[in-house]
C-alpha cells in the first residue's frame, strides 16, 4: 500500500522543522518531497522521509553547515563520520578562539573606563544611500535579529553593514570620528525611515552609546548582537580567482534564472547559466587566475544590490566553497561576501 502522503505543515510539525525550514532544505536538495503540485506548488512528504529530516535537526541544532550535511546524508558512512569529525575539529578550534578573546574582553572591562560615546559627522544622503545600498543583505524576516542594519562607528569612519549568514554586504565611508567608537543595530523599518530622513540633512551628526543611535533628538536601536564583520573581512584568504564583468550582463543572467540557482562559470568563457531553464548568459569581462565555477542561489546573490552598483563589478574568488567577494569600482567602500549554495569543480 502506498504510504499517505503528509502536507508541509503536518510533516514539518512531525519532524521539529518550520515550513520555511522545508522549503530551504528543498531548494538546497537536501530534504526533496515527495510529491509538488505542480498547479499550485504545494509539497508532499512521506513518513519515510521523517528519520532523513531528524538527521537535518540534529545537524542544524548543532550549527552544521549544509555542505557538511550534504556529505552526511549522501555519503557512506566512513565519509559521514569523517565529516562530522572534522565539523567538531573546527568547532572546538573555534571555542578555543573565542574563550581567549571572551578572556580579553573580561580584562579591558576590569581594567579600563567606560568607554566614551562615538561622534561622527558625515553627508546626510551619502549615508543614506549606503543604508539603501546594504539593506538588500539584510534577513527579510522580521522576527529576526538579522532584519537589522549595523552602524559601526570606529577610528577610519563609519561602517554600515546587513548579513543574512549567507551573504554580508559593507559599505565604509571615511569620517573622522570623536570618542572610543560604538555600533547600534536599526531594526530594518527603522533604517530605511533613517535613510529617508537622512536625504534632507546636509550634514548628519551621529552620537552613538550603549547600542543607541541618536540623531537630532531621535534614538533608534535593537538590544541584540550582530556578527562582527571586520573580524570575518579579515579573515578571508588571498583570491586565487578575479573578475571583473559587466553589470548588464551579470543582471541578464540572474534576470534569466529568476529565483532559481545559476552556475556561474569564471575562466576564457565566461558565462552564467541556469541549470532549471537551461538559459545560458555569455558575461563579458576579464578573468585572471584559474578557471572556478561556482554555483549560487539568485536569491541570495542579491540582484537589488548588484543592480545597485556601477557599469561594471568585480568578483575575487578563492575557491568553489568559500566566500565569493564583490566589490565595485564605482562604490569605495563597498563589499560583499556571497556563499556558494555547494561544492563544484572548476570547468
Known amino acids: 500500500m502506498d504510504e499517505p502522503l503528509l502536507t508541509i505543515g503536518a510533516f514539518a510539525r512531525a519532524v521539529g522543522l518550520t515550513a520555511s525550514a522545508l522549503r530551504h532544505y528543498d531548494e538546497c536538495g537536501l530534504l526533496v518531497p515527495a510529491e509538488v503540485d505542480t498547479g499550485t506548488g504545494y509539497r508532499y512528504y512521506t513518513p519515510e522521509l521523517a528519520d532523513r529530516a531528524r538527521l537535518i535537526v540534529g545537524m542544524r541544532e548543532a550549527g552544521v553547515p549544509i555542505e557538511t550535511m550534504r556529505v552526511v546524508l549522501d555519503s557512506p558512512t566512513g565519509e559521514a563520520r569523517a565529516a562530522l569529525a572534522e565539523f567538531l575539529e573546527d568547532q572546538s578550534a573555534r571555542t578555543a578562539r573565542a574563550e581567549e578573546a571572551v578572556r580579553g574582553v573580561l580584562a579591558a572591562v576590569d581594567a579600563g573606563p567606560a568607554a566614551r560615546p562615538a561622534l561622527v559627522e558625515l553627508p546626510g544622503p551619502v549615508l543614506a544611500a549606503a543604508i539603501r545600498q546594504v539593506r538588500h543583505a539584510a534577513e527579510s524576516d522580521p522576527a529576526s535579529e ?202
Open 146 to 347: 538579522l532584519a537589522s542594519v549595523l552602524v559601526d562607528v570606529g577610528g577610519a569612519g563609519v561602517d554600515v553593514v546587513a548579513t543574512n549568514r549567507y551573504w554580508m554586504a559593507v559599505r565604509s565611508l571615511p569620517a573622522a570620528a570623536e570618542g572610543d567608537g560604538g555600533r547600534a543595530v536599526l531594526a530594518l523599518p527603522d533604517a530605511v525611515a533613517l535613510a529617508d530622513r537622512l536625504d534632507a540633512i546636509t550634514t548628519a551628526e551621529l552620537h552613538i552609546a550603549d547600542g543607541t543611535l541618536t540623531l537630532v533628538g531621535q534614538e533608534l536601536g535593537r538590544d541584540t548582537t550582530y556578527p562582527a564583520h571586520r573580524l570575518v573581512l579579515g579573515g578571508l584568504e588571498p583570491a586565487s580567482t578575479r573578475a571583473v564583468l559587466t553589470k548588464a550582463d551579470l543582471l541578464a543572467g540572474l534576470d534569466a534564472a529568476a529565483y532559481a540557482e545559476v552556475d556561474l562559470f569564471l575562466g576564457e568563457q565566461t558565462r552564467l547559466r541556469s541549470p532549471s531553464t537551461a538559459e545560458q548568459i555569455d558575461v563579458r569581462g576579464v578573468v585572471t587566475g584559474p578557471p572556478i565555477r561556482l554555483r549560487l542561489g539568485t536569491a541570495l546573490f542579491g540582484r537589488a544590490l548588484v543592480a545597485s552598483l556601477g557599469e561594471e563589478v568585480q568578483l575575487a574568488v578563492t575557491a568553489p566553497d568559500r566566500p565569493m567577494v564583490l566589490t565595485s569600482p564605482y562604490q569605495p567602500g563597498f563589499t560583499a561576501l556571497v556563499m556558494p549554495v555547494r561544492h563544484d569543480p572548476a570547468g
